[in-house]
């Protein structure tokens, strides 16, 4: 039985070893997700800033011939002015020469900060641009870092998934469905030390007859609360010195 668990823990080693690889090639590619996501963000936000500078312009340009008009009626106004016989025509076209001055300093005003709102969504509208641009050359390179990365990592991981493969193979049929089974659902840990009475996988003590069978290694041991196997390690000396420590 001593043997078979020997074949357990170097199995389990080398999963956790493929564990690591998997989760070194999710870091490249999430890395890289990152950056995309951060380009798309500012590249969302440049759309709706040319969304808002094309609708401002609109309005830019109804203010300015609302303005135009407003001139002209003043103009036309001004001139029938001369031609008016009665009082009544005359208040009248005061009334409307006022009232288009009125409208003209109101469109000059809005004019300005149409001017003023422009510039501002242009300037931010360039420098997010120019940020893109940026993110982009460095996305760019971070993509081919990572390409390569992950295809040095898919490389020793394979390495491995064969020598897995062999190891596998040599464990009995029966305990390897138990290790299976609990590889998929203790989140790729089947296989775990006991230290100090306490099992390294869920962490809760175990009873003192159980961590002696675990010490002799006669049979397959189980935890009671996990399910995972259970195997002795001996104490490294730093973990010695700390027991004789505390």
Known sequence: MKEEMEKLISLQ????????????IAKCEG????????IQEKQDRLTTLRAKIERLTEKQQENQSEHDEAMARMKDR????????TSREHQALLKEIEDNKKLARETEERALQFIEQLEQLEAETATLDNLCKGEQELLAEARQGATKEIKRLSASKKGIENERKAKAEAVEAVHMQRYNKLISR???LAVVAVHDSVCLGCHMTLPPQQVNEVMKGDKLNICPTCQRILYFKE?????????LAE
């Open 13 to 24: 080693q080398i999963d956790s070893e493929i564990s690591g690889f998997d989760q070194a």
């Open 78 to 85: 001004q001139n029938k002015m001369i031609l008016v016989q």
């Open 31 to 38: 890395e890289v997700v990152k950056r995309e996501q951060a």
């Open 186 to 188: 203790r989140a790729g």
């Open 235 to 243: 104490p490294t000396e730093n973990q010695e010195e700390e027991s």
